[in-house]
């Protein structure tokens, strides 16, 4: 039962691939007659899981090619700009001062429908070939295939897909961001004949957000343009229900009568596992290989939803992480101890419901860029430096009075430059922040 689920799913994939005409096929006759160095040496393969809870099986199936063997790899471009969290943070704040509602939608076999692949590339096709689908032959194990698209495993195949992304949303009227790539925003004429904002859409590969006013009726047409021109399944509405957005959790909340959002990772938190068992010797042994690896991989866990919804913790994660995880010697019991105590203060945090970002509503006709930043001077291990801040979106009456704010950037890192003196250490830590918020601003003025 399992293995004719998963040779379903593998038909499934094959016949998206035949759809979007990812590939085509070489006949045997022609194949002596292709240069070797366009092939790709290892054959295409499935890769099999199991998307299922609980024990359920839901098969799932990707064909992917090996694009780490690609002849020509490295020699072609690969950027593909996504959005940013700072720009995901701020076009939520517009939205949600401009009473608008929240959409999140997943393109399907993105990469599939990519731009067309602009060189001569071939690869063979799975060990033991691929199935008839519909008026399309079996394909022979081994048999060489053309590829003409963002095939899974191709080195290009995410530039392949923005650039399909770009032109399809261009199309329908949308203008990329200069200071925000992959944050795409639509304006049109309304009663006055102004030109004003519709709607804004930031992208992250294949998963979309898309804010607007689903009462007014220019939002309406942008949103069925945007679900016409994407191989969209299904559209999920922000509500009061947690929705899964760039592997954090958002929802909307009603504070004082007022709409807002709510951002968190409980779900990621509460999966989050300190390794069991005691760490032997004192606080200054080394770790030794296994233990390292330990760390290495917690200390990764734990840092993703530090630097997305909890700043108290921004300074412990980028304390620990300046240590030297690749090689044993130089992280200790020390550290290891400091971790897990981290990760269990993470864990009261979000019970005590303080793990996660609120995005209330703001007078826009007023609102004022804040920024906060400090730095040490050689206090931390191996006498490094370190810098912070934090930046909040709030009102300009914030100098005489205390207002909300929407707080959307943090950061504490280690000064990379070298600085000899408390004041070359604060004007580092200046510089930067300066630089972030001057960014911010511009990026802010693109979108109001």
């Not at 053309?146 to 261009?170: D, F, Q, V």
Request: charged letters at 25%.
């Amino acid at each position: 039962m399992e293995r004719k689920k998963f040779d379903e799913s593998g038909r499934a994939e094959w016949a998206q691939w035949i759809k979007n005409k990812v590939t085509s096929c070489v006949p045997t006759a022609l194949e002596d007659n292709i240069d070797k160095r366009s092939i790709i040496s290892v054959p295409m393969r499935y890769v099999r899981t199991n998307r299922g809870e609980g024990g359920a099986l839901v098969a799932k199936s990707r064909l992917t090619i090996a694009g780490h063997t690609d002849p020509a790899i490295g020699l072609y471009r690969t950027d593909a700009p996504t959005t940013s969290h700072l720009a995901v943070l701020l076009t939520a704040v517009i939205a949600i001062s401009m009473d608008w509602s929240g959409y999140i939608f997943d393109v399907v076999t993105a990469f599939l429908t990519g731009e067309s692949l602009q060189r001569e590339l071939y690869t063979r096709a799975p060990r033991e070939g691929l199935p008839a689908v519909d008026s399309s032959p079996a394909v022979r194990p081994f048999g060489l295939l053309k590829i003409l698209k963002g095939a899974y495993g191709l080195t290009e195949a995410p530039r392949l897909w923005y650039l399909k992304a770009k032109a399809l949303l261009e199309n329908i009227g949308a203008q990329e961001l200069r200071t925000a790539r992959a944050v795409f925003i639509f304006r049109e004429k309304g009663k006055e004949g102004i030109a004003g904002l519709v709607a804004i859409l930031s992208l992250y590969v294949d998963d979309g957000l898309l804010f607007g006013d689903p009462r007014d009726p220019r939002f309406q047409r942008v949103r069925k343009q945007v679900d016409s021109v994407f191989n969209i399944k299904h559209w999920k509405s922000l509500g009061p229900q947690p929705e899964k957005y760039l592997g954090m959790q958002w929802q909307t909340v009603t504070e004082g009568g007022a709409a807002s959002l709510c951002i968190h990772m409980d779900e990621y938190i509460d999966n989050l596992s300190v390794p069991s068992g005691k760490l032997s010797g004192d606080s200054e042994r080394p770790l030794d290989a296994e233990e390292l690896a330990q760390y290495r991989s917690l200390l990764a866990k734990a840092r993703w939803p530090v630097n997305r919804v909890v700043p108290e913790l921004a300074y412990g994660v980028s304390a620990l992480a300046q240590m030297n995880t690749n090689k044993v010697g130089e992280v200790t019991v020390h550290h290891a101890t400091e971790l897990r105590k981290l990760v269990k203060r993470l864990k009261v945090l979000k019970d005590r419901g303080r793990a996660r970002l609120y995005v209330r509503k703001l007078d826009l006709s007023s609102l004022a860029c804040l920024t906060y930043f400090d730095a040490s001077f050689a206090q931390e291990e191996g006498f490094k430096s370190q810098g912070g801040m934090f930046t909040v979106l709030t009102d300009v009456s914030v100098v005489s009075q205390p207002v909300l704010g929407n707080l959307v950037e943090y950061e504490s890192s280690t000064i990379r430059r070298v600085v000899r003196s408390t004041m070359a250490a604060e004007s580092a830590a200046l510089s930067k922040s300066l630089d972030r918020q001057l960014y911010l601003r511009l990026m802010g003025e693109s979108l109001t």
